[in-house]
């Protein structure tokens, strides 16, 4: 029939000539031929993704980009989000938080949920099926579209599920999550995982693609932006005084001109000035990324010998409806700055970022990242850290938790520095010796933006994605 059970996206064009300068000539040729010979593999046909959402999120950002540069190669590239009812997205945050061992709302994947799963996702797929083409190609991306898998079947279109989410060591609530998908994604004629320590059990080795997450160099939070810039859009999101003589401006995903006008809030007790030192973490509230052992760290063992300043930047919960937990922990986190003693209240700075304009929000984290002589994520667990990617492409020496995807992004010692999350000591003097060492930290920026120009950009991701493609159709 002719549902509605998926909404179309746009898809936008973004050249990739753009890459040449960033990868080298040699590796923009390779990249080329690649694409040239995905076009000659695909013909006239196309690339379908489908996901849970055309706005807000990393896979959405993520998708965003991929896609339009995709298409300014010349690949076909279509895109559809699932309109799930609510009941259908309440099940589907429940796996999500299941796959990640956590328990959410408390509620079982029982024959209850299954139901309403496999109807709307049947459903889905049956839209699905009747809009592709023999010879076209399907990417499905998440649980909120593996129950799409069957109905896809025997239409002479390969299909692909792609996993944004898990865990290093799977919970039997993990594990029971997998029971739920499992029937739907073996189905499937590829499956696609962040890391190897993703990949779920009894699934057919021969059918799994391995490839990490990478970052967009050119979107409003990685582009390239000159100190007067960085200035001036910290003046006009009210993060530092003294504008200078910059524009609070950005360059959109669309071409054309954004400008930072909406403040930041800020917990602070004084202003961050042009010359403090400044460590930073940027991340949503949640207790997993361990602001308060962020803000009792520094203040313990970085503060006394450095003099530094600290930003602890997240969204402004009040604009993050599905996040109730995130208004909780901006909470402790204030608490615990109140609780402080005044010396380190006049150095410690907790900021929520305006999110009406996410490419405004986006500009004012590169702006923060771009200011800060360090970045620490003392994360308690992370799938893969894209402020840490973001970071390092900004050539930041980068201090994170020696745990989950992060061990993949960052050699110890060489593009940063890994700390055990529970160590507040280690953490404190890595960042210490880093601020007492500008020569020994530029360096190790500098390496740290190496090494995501060599494995975290886009063109890592459309290599992978095409040799994938070329797996399933030849
Ligand atoms: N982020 C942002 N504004 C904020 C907080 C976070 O744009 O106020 C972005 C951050 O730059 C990164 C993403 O949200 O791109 C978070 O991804 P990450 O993998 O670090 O953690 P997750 O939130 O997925 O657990």
Redesign the pocket.
């Known amino acids: 029939g002719s549902g509605s059970l998926l909404i179309p996206a746009p898809v936008g064009t973004l050249a990739i000539e753009r890459f040449e300068p960033l990868i080298g000539t040699p590796a923009y040729h390779r990249l080329l031929e690649r694409f040239a010979r995905g076009r000659e593999l695909l013909g006239d046909h196309v690339m379908w993704h489908v996901n849970s959402t055309a706005r807000g999120?990393?896979v959405a950002?993520m998708l965003y980009s991929l896609l339009a540069y995709g298409r300014g190669a010349g690949i076909a590239q279509r895109w559809l989000a699932v309109a799930g009812t609510p009941a259908f997205f309440a099940v589907t945050k429940r796996i999500h938080n299941h796959l990640h061992g956590a328990f959410g709302d408390g509620l079982p994947l029982d024959d209850e949920a299954r139901e309403v799963y496999s109807s709307f996702t049947r459903a889905a797929g049956e839209e699905l099926a009747n809009r592709i083409s023999p010879g076209d190609v399907v990417l499905l991306h998440d649980p909120q579209t593996a129950g799409m898998i069957p109905a896809l079947q025997g239409l002479g279109v390969p299909v692909a599920w792609r996993s944004h989410v898990g865990i290093d060591h799977a919970t039997p609530v993990t594990r029971h999550a997998w029971e739920f998908l499992r029937g739907y994604v073996s189905q499937a004629d590829a499956y696609i995982f962040s890391r190897r320590q993703h990949v779920w059990d009894q699934l057919d080795a021969a059918k799994t693609a391995l490839i990490a997450?990478s970052?967009d160099a050119f979107s409003a939070?990685n582009q390239d932006l000159a100190d007067d810039r960085v200035t001036a859009i910290l003046a006009a999101a009210g993060l530092q005084g003294e504008p200078g003589t910059g524009d609070p401006v950005f360059v959109r995903l669309d071409g054309t001109v954004g400008r930072v006008e909406r403040r930041a809030r800020v917990v602070e007790t004084r202003h961050l000035a042009p010359d403090d030192p400044v460590v930073l973490q940027?991340?949503?509230w949640?207790r997993?990324?361990d602001p308060l052992g962020v803000i009792d760290g520094f203040v313990r063992h970085v503060l006394g010998p450095t003099g530094a300043h600290l930003v602890v930047?997240?969204?402004?919960v009040d604009e993050v409806a599905d996040d109730p937990e995130g208004g909780e922990v901006l909470q402790e986190a204030m608490a615990c700055y109140s609780a402080l003693p005044q010396l380190a209240r006049e150095h410690v700075h907790l900021v929520?970022?305006p999110?009406t304009d996410?490419e405004e929000?986006?500009a004012?984290?590169n702006a923060l990242q771009r200011r800060a002589q360090v970045v620490v994520?003392k994360?308690i667990a992370?799938?893969?850290?894209?402020?840490?990617a973001?970071a390092m492409w900004k050539a930041r020496p980068v201090v994170a938790s020696r745990i989950g995807g992060i061990q993949d992004q960052i050699v110890d010692g060489r593009t940063g520095r890994l700390v055990d999350p529970g160590d507040l000591a280690a953490y404190g003097s890595a960042v210490s010796d880093l601020l007492a060492d500008p020569p020994r930290a530029v360096e190790m920026g500098e390496r740290a933006r190496d090494q995501v120009r060599r494995g975290f950009l886009g063109t890592r991701s459309f290599l992978q994605y095409i040799a994938l493609y070329e797996r399933l159709v030849t």
């Open positions: 999120g990393g950002e997450p970052i939070k940027v991340s949503r949640d997993l990324k930047a997240g969204p402004s929520t970022l999110m996410l929000n986006a004012i984290v994520q994360s992370e799938g893969f850290g894209l402020t840490v973001e």
